[in-house]
């Protein structure tokens, strides 16, 4: 099915608050992953993989991170005449300026959307690590007849999230009834913020819901509106991991240390595309010691890496030994160091003869461009 008529829509600052620790200086969506990845490059290469070929990007603040790393989107083959990629202002209609939630940040982009001419549009928050069928998503929304499709996910529900929708689907996978982050102790099917629905629809519920000062898509416009809107609810099986907190964060990382999360992840089919370095392969010393490592490429190791995620331009000098770590860009562990359980965020630096440890449950975090 072509997807030519989808416009993408992606929220890059959803949640900010709930990582502080790496959103003090960038937004969510631009959030290192996985060795040379941001965030953005999941939502972004599911759309893109689809033949999306239009896809506004809403921010709100500490996004100049984000501009760089997206520049022109010419990873994403949106560099382009017709449609392409646009970073849309952090303004809403309201009094604050600044939007406060899904609703008014769409209010304030609706010249936006109504200049578009795609019939459906996809939203997509930047929090979610997974690689989405979009193109099968669409297909299966038309195929039903629904107004909104809701991308979800049967598991454990995420904990710090207040707009999570919890959904009750029956034997068609059409939406029943839902639920607003409600604690639950069981397994549930809950939503990745992954929905589609014509573009006419969205903009008629945003001018509604943004004329009563509603800010919420879960709790006040999908959930009291169940009985007049076909939901369809499209199961993603497979990796897909919401992020919200450091904790869970350290715990997906490291997800990618196992075979069958990478192969669920990196699908050749539908590959993750992000921006382009050119640099040189990783080097390793003579008498350095690799094991079960996810190791990006430029960087130099001279000493031992058990169990840990190296970005690119990572080194690690003679002697060291560092476990259970994730090292982001540019990295420096000195020589004769002991990192283990250990996050670096991009350019932190441990000096020669440093010893420092967190535990499996707490990681210890070393901001950005730190030296230690």
């Known amino acids: 099915m072509s997807t030519n008529n989808l416009l993408g829509i992606i929220f890059a600052n959803v949640h900010d608050d709930l990582i502080p620790e790496l959103t003090e200086k ?11 990845y941001r965030l953005i490059d999941f939502s ?40 392409g990629m646009f970073i849309l202002p952090p303004y809403s209609t309201n009094a604050t300026g600044v939007y406060r939630g899904h609703v008014d940040a769409l209010a304030g982009t609706m010249t936006f959307l109504k200049r578009s001419i ?36 049967y598991g454990d529900l995420p904990k710090n999230h207040k707009d999570t929708m919890i959904l009750e689907v029956d034997k068609e996978n059409i939406v029943t009834g839902i639920e607003v982050s409600k604690t639950m102790d069981t397994k549930v099917n809950f939503s990745l913020d992954v929905c589609i629905m014509k573009r006419q629809k969205l903009i008629e519920l945003v001018e509604e819901a943004d004329r009563n000062r509603l800010t919420s898509f879960a709790r006040e416009v999908f959930k009291p509106k169940l009985a007049s809107l076909k ?24 997800k990618l240390l196992e075979k069958s999360s990478r192969e669920q992840l990196f ?6 595309y992000t921006k382009i370095k050119d640099d040189m392969p990783t080097r390793y010393g003579i008498g350095s010691v690799i094991q079960n490592s ?26 060291a030994v560092v476990e259970n770590c994730i ?3 540019g990295g420096v562990i000195g020589e004769n160091c002991e990192v283990k359980n250990v996050t670096m965020d991009k350019g ?7 010893k420092i440890s967190g535990t499996d449950s707490k990681y210890v975090f070393v901001p950005k461009d730190r030296t230690i």
Not at 267 to 272: G, M, Q, S, T, V
């Open 327 to 329: 090292v982001m860009q």
């Open 44 to 83: 972004l290469s599911n759309l893109v993989n689809a033949g999306v070929t239009k896809v506004g990007i809403l921010t709100r603040a500490n996004y100049q991170s984000l501009m760089d790393h997206l520049g022109s989107g010419k990873p994403w083959d949106l560099d382009r005449k017709n449609g």
């Open 26 to 36: 960038r937004s969510m969506a631009s959030i290192p992953f996985g060795g040379r």
């Open 231 to 254: 939901m369809f609810a499209y199961k993603v099986d497979g990796f897909a991991e919401v992020i919200d907190s450091y904790e869970n964060y350290v715990n997906i990382s490291n």
């Open 118 to 153: 795609g019939e459906y549009v996809i939203m997509c928050d930047a929090d979610v690590v997974s690689n989405i069928d979009v193109a099968d998503m669409l297909e299966k929304h038309i195929e039903k007849g629904a107004d909104v499709s809701i991308a979800y996910k």
């Open 348 to 354: 932190a630096n441990i000096t020669d003869g440093v």
């Open 267 to 272: 699908n050749r089919e539908r590959p993750i």
């Open 294 to 319: 996810f190791i990006a490429d430029g960087c130099v190791i001279e000493g031992t890496v058990k169990n840990s995620i190296l970005f690119r331009g990572v080194k690690v000098g003679r002697n």
